[in-house]
């Protein structure tokens, strides 16, 4: 099996601002949010032994390791990631039924059609802008009767506020030097509602399952571990519309502003996660 790189839609999140130190300190941050609503969603799709599974956006392969053990050694899977540092410490995995490739969700043509039981994206679709397009070729990879499973960030509740934690970032942006490096329109994520997200499933050739948007908590330490969760996360984007010499100063802004959010137990972000299943008809 392999899949393709290709050059970013415009619009779209770069993928030039990931460092091996990013990588490095997502595999550790990641541990605690990303890779429980990754082992709930692999539940919830009742991932079997034998099934052949492919996670887009892979990371760093922590969940796709935990599926290479819930499908065994007659199944197997496939991470794919478009940064090449991230796909490297996915790499040092090395368990007979698991792969991963330097991949892009809008570019799976050399991925076999009907090739996979089970599509996993954690973390992964609000950083995809053309949803329709990588929708569709998710389930050419997928075989019928196959599932996809998405979890991933909603926007705000209608009328709903931004989470403290990114209005404190936002904050800290909206002044100078800062504020006269605006984040180009479209280069970080687009969210979707649960009936975007339905209406899009169904539109690429998929029957929703389930639809529902779940709580999903999460502890930082420190202002500061709270700025790095977001830069490792966004694979650099957080910052990476700033000149390099500015970022160090945006970071102590930042946690400047963030530090009102502390208490005992640290920065406590009350989050929410849209999570979507559906089977390829
Ligand atoms: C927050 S991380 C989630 C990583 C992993 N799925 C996890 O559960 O920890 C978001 C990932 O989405 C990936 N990503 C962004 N755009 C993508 C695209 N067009 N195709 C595939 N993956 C993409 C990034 O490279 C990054 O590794």
Known sequence: MTATSKAPTAGAPSMAHDSGELAADYEKLSASRQFETGK???????????????DIGCGTGLLAEHIAGLVGPDGRVLGIDP???????????????????????????????????????NAVFHWLPDKPRALVQFARVLRRGGRIGISTRPPNAAGGARHPVYEAMARAMAEPPFDRYPRPRGSFVSQVDAGEMRALLVAAGFMPTRIEVRPSAQVHATPEAAVRFSEASSFGNLLGHLPPELRPAARAAMAAKLAALMTPEGIVQQGRRLVAMAVRR
């Not at 040092?92 to 994206?121: H, Q, Y």
């Open 40 to 54: 709930r969603l692999a539940a919830d799709l009742a991932i079997g032994a034998g099934e052949r599974v492919l």
């Open 83 to 121: 940064l090449p540092l991230r796909i490297e410490v996915a790499q040092a995995r090395t368990l007979a039924n698991l792969a991963f490739e330097v991949g892009d969700a809008n570019d799976l043509g050399a991925l076999p059609e009907a090739g996979f039981d089970v599509v996993v994206l």
